[in-house]
């Protein structure tokens, strides 16, 4: 294991299919195919179309990754893959794919948790992580707070979405002010131009009471319902829609509980190194306001580029690797694809 163990990682939870190849730190490869497109015209995600989407491209881009990466797969050390949480048809088909690859290989298979694997990612750009990191990730799915004393094996809840999470908002919020699915790049583009100051948002799960029962649990769901109605008040009222102030104000109270809940779980516990993670960690407001909130809060930031945020294989080899060097047994070839699997669960 020259280099470091030689690991394919393949990722399917939702509506990309993503298969990484990484040796050690480095990574080789990252191939992914999306279906997005397909879901647009419904506004969100089918699972039954994302399913399909992923058998069709599973083995082009295994094929792709190999090339790309210069190997075949008789050289690889081991097989990572999704196991959940995410879409239940969709895992399986990653599932199934690592599994024979194991099984057609003789190399051993790690089934991995997706929320760990976003936070892995950060291996191959930036180096090992920090021990412990404070880790927050936010997606379509997922607006969490994690304590990580340990990438491959402790990883320890301290606050989730309690409702909507901030990339679902993202989504609900551009599809009001008449912008395409998927909302985040779309709100993050217009708001651009936008003054965020135009109109004041509530900031979820902030106050006195809240902080105390919630301190770090995220809620977005009161946010985006007050959008909708601000929106619709001008409406009514046959008054044009300022959508690029609307969306930076909307954006401006997401990315400001963040951001303020994240810095603070680092304070009270004395963590030094914060992370970002997932899809919504490429919009520009908030890798900028994280940025200043933590240089004036002396926390080191840590935040994967933009192609590294959104679900891919690469994540997954990258904690697959990590797993290998540590020495972890490998997962049974029964492991299930588990569509509610828990962040504190690394690997089954």
């Known amino acids: ?25 480095t990574l080789l ?6 279906s997005v497109e397909e879901h647009a015209r419904f506004g969100g995600v089918v699972p ?32 990572a893959v999704t196991a959940g949480p995410g879409l239940a048809g969709a895992l399986l088909v990653g599932v199934a794919a690592a599994k024979s690859l194991s099984v057609a290989l003789g190399k051993p298979l790690y ?25 927050m990730l936010v997606s379509g799915g997922h607006s969490s707070l994690l304590l990580v004393p340990d990438i491959t094996q402790d990883v320890r809840s301290l606050g989730s979405t309690i409702d909507d999470a901030a990339g679902e908002a993202f989504d609900k919020v551009a599809r009001v002010l008449g912008l395409p699915f998927p909302g985040g790049p779309h709100v993050d583009r217009v708001a651009v131009d936008g003054n965020s100051g135009h109109v004041f948002f509530p900031r979820g799960l902030t106050s006195g009471r809240d902080m105390e029962r919630h301190r770090f649990d995220f809620s977005f769901s009161g946010l985006k319902t007050s959008v909708a109605r601000w ?7 046959g008054e044009p829609v300022p959508v690029a102030d609307v969306a930076a104000s909307f954006q401006e109270a997401v990315v400001d509980v963040l951001t303020r809940k994240a810095v603070l ?39 994967p580029r933009p192609g590294l945020c959104t679900d891919n294989g690469a994540m997954v080899a990258a904690l697959g690797a990590a797993m290998v060097s540590r020495g972890c047994a490998p997962s049974a070839l029964d492991l299930p694809a588990d569509s509610s699997m828990p962040v504190t669960l690394v690997q089954v």
């Open 231 to 237: 929106v619709e008040a001008r409406e009514r009222a």
């Open 1 to 25: 294991m020259t280099g470091g163990p030689l690991v394919l990682g393949i990722e399917s939870s939702c509506d990309e299919t993503g298969v990484g190849i990484v040796r050690g730190h």
């Open 48 to 79: 039954e179309v994302a399913s399909r989407a992923h058998l069709e491209a599973m083995v082009p881009m295994i094929d792709r990754a190999c090339r790309d990466a210069g190997v075949r797969l008789d050289d690889l050390d081991a097989i």
């Open 265 to 303: 779980a680092c304070r009270e516990h004395g963590v030094d190194d914060l992370l970002i993670g997932g899809g919504v960690a490429a919009n520009t407001r908030l890798r900028a306001m994280a940025r200043e909130r933590c240089d004036a809060a002396g926390i080191r930031l840590r935040v």
């Open 111 to 135: 089934g991995v948790n997706h929320l760990a694997a976003h936070v892995a990612v950060d291996i191959v750009e930036h180096g090992p992580l920090a021990e412990p990191t404070m880790a």
């Open 29 to 34: 490869a990252d191939a992914i195919a999306s």
